[in-house]
């Protein structure tokens, strides 16, 4: 797929001030600083557009991208800041979970995976979340030039491993690099296929 177009269009902090559910959406969430902002800017070839390293417990925002005036990307907020209040992560869960589990419109849900680590809980247990739901989702592992592919591959066979104990399959799996340019063909021909399905 190749971008044209890439606008922002609104940010949210009410599951009920979204724009109407009329064209297709992909959502793309992850743990705090795992690179989703950086990948937004390399998928959509915009570099200031999503705002990279926010601070962590601002106020969080559902923020809507148009692309190509055909589909909407969605930069959810990042879970798993380890310095705000147990208040603000419920307040958090809400808002993300109400969204996630009630937007008519949404194809697939990106969750981003930080290549480096092993596999973390609370990235399990949110894709455990997904699939008790019913939500279909895709794995994106970041920041893939910080380390060798072999060590990227043992983290990724990990997090699989780690999944099958609850998935009967495995979702598509994508590996990339903001700094390289790595997968971003990958990531947006995944989404115009769906699209035109
Ligand atoms: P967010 O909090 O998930 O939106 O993460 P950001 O996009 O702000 O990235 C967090 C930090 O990781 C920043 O310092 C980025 O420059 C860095 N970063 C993000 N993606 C990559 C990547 O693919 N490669 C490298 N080397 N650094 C990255």
Known sequence: MIVKSADFVCSNTQVSKLPPAVKPEYAFIGRSNVGKSSLINMLVDKKGLAKTSQTPGKTQLINHFLINDNWYLVDLPGYGYARISKSKKEDWNKFIRTYLDKRESLQTVFVLIDSRLEPQKIDLEFCNWL??????????FTKADKQSRVKTDQNVSAFKKALLTTFEDIPTIFITSAELQTGREEVLNFVGSINNN
Do not use: M, P, T
């Open 131 to 140: 699939g008790e739901k019913g939500l279909s989702f895709a794995l994106i």
